[in-house]
């Protein structure tokens, strides 16, 4: 936003409500993440919600709330896939899995700082 950084809305709020409230305080619906209802063949909210992690769709199983906070982050801010369930990968790692950090660059320079002692 003005000051350089990416600002994004995680909330365990259905993201149809979310995106409204995102927009009010100038987040496009891009930088949000929130619950995402699967819908019916007929565009219709279900009971179901998107899954997160290699989590297919369930009743809420993984949502955007603590451990599954960081599965969505993972997955819709830092581009981390899990591989398909039963693979033998680790992927993503599911939602108990911490934060992706990205490595910081110097600004002056956009490669990673030296190492400091």
């Known amino acids: 936003m003005r000051a350089g950084f990416e600002v994004y809305v995680v909330s365990a ?25 699967v819908l ?37 801010i830092y581009g981390v896939r899990a591989p398909p369930p039963g693979s033998g990968s680790p992927g993503n790692g599911g939602p108990r899995s911490r934060p992706v950090t990205p490595t910081p660059t110097s600004p002056s320079s956009g ?3 030296a190492p400091t002692s």
């Open 40 to 76: 019916d063949r007929r565009g219709r909210i279900t009971v179901r919600n998107e899954g997160c992690g290699g989590v297919p769709a369930t009743r809420g199983a993984v949502i955007p709330y603590i451990d599954g906070k960081r599965c969505w982050i993972n997955q819709e």
């Open 111 to 113: 490669t990673p700082p």
């Open 13 to 37: 709020g259905a993201e149809p409500v979310t995106e409204v409230w995102s927009r009010a305080v100038g987040v496009d619906a891009a930088h949000t993440i929130a619950i995402r209802p």
